[in-house]
């Protein structure tokens, strides 16, 4: 069965039930992969916060920091100032638990040379 519709030139235009279900299943996979998305910025804005406030802690100033991070140095002072930094180590050694961040390996497939732990680039000055 086929229902009519109105398409954007004005024209009438027929959709099959498949081509109903076919455009929802679209939709669900869109919205999971934006869902997922949004969990992962969350995520990665977390671990960032909590790399800002152990910066702080071993004494990195925070204009440093900001020209490191990419952020303006009140925007570093903002979230360093607000940051619960033993939530925050809670929260990604459950996140590491999981896997978080994925393995390098995966992450850069084809023999691109990574950075061992503890070992940053340098910002530009």
């Known amino acids: 069965m086929a229902s009519s519709f109105l398409n954007a030139a004005g024209t009438i235009g027929r959709v099959t ?5 076919e455009a929802g299943r679209r939709e669900r996979r869109v919205l ?3 869902s997922r998305a949004a969990w992962r910025l ?8 909590w790399a800002l406030v152990s910066a702080r802690a071993e ?11 990419g952020l303006s140095p009140s925007r570093v002072h903002q979230l360093v100032a607000a940051a ?8 990604l050694g459950e996140l590491r638990a999981a896997g978080w961040p994925a393995s390098r390996r995966s992450r850069f497939r084809g023999g691109c040379r990574t950075r061992r732990p503890g070992q940053h680039r340098r910002p530009a000055m």
């Open 17 to 21: 039930i498949n081509e109903r279900i």
């Open 32 to 34: 999971a992969r934006v």
């Open 42 to 49: 969350e995520q990665a804005e977390r671990e960032r916060t």
């Open 59 to 69: 004494g990195i100033s925070i204009r440093t920091l900001a020209t490191a991070a």
């Open 84 to 91: 619960d930094l033993d939530a925050l180590d809670a929260a």
